[in-house]
């Protein structure tokens, strides 16, 4: 798959997660994160997906990796897991 196509995985990752459609959201991300493992909104959909089907081992590793990206970081994943009362740590 061609590298120009990163962008209409994640909107189609995202576009699945809108739709409650959370298992199929995990495929295409997971491609556009092999294309460009550094982006933020990929990880931060792929870590909702994993908490959306109860997979925390999977939402804890995007979670350590948007915060090595960012210590700081507050995107959808962390707001997610703030209100199911989740800790990252």
């Known amino acids: 798959m061609k590298a120009d196509y ?23 991300l997971m491609r556009a994160i092999e294309l460009k493992p550094g982006c933020v909104e990929a990880h931060d959909y792929l870590g909702t997906a994993y908490l959306k089907n109860g997979e925390r081992a999977g939402t804890m590793e995007q979670l350590r990796i948007l915060k090595s990206f960012d210590p700081n970081f507050e995107g959808a994943l962390s707001k997610q897991l703030a209100s199911e009362n989740v800790s990252g740590k």
């Open 6 to 28: 990163f962008e209409p995985l994640v909107s189609l990752g995202g576009a699945y997660l809108e739709l409650g459609r959370d298992r199929e959201a995990i495929p295409p």
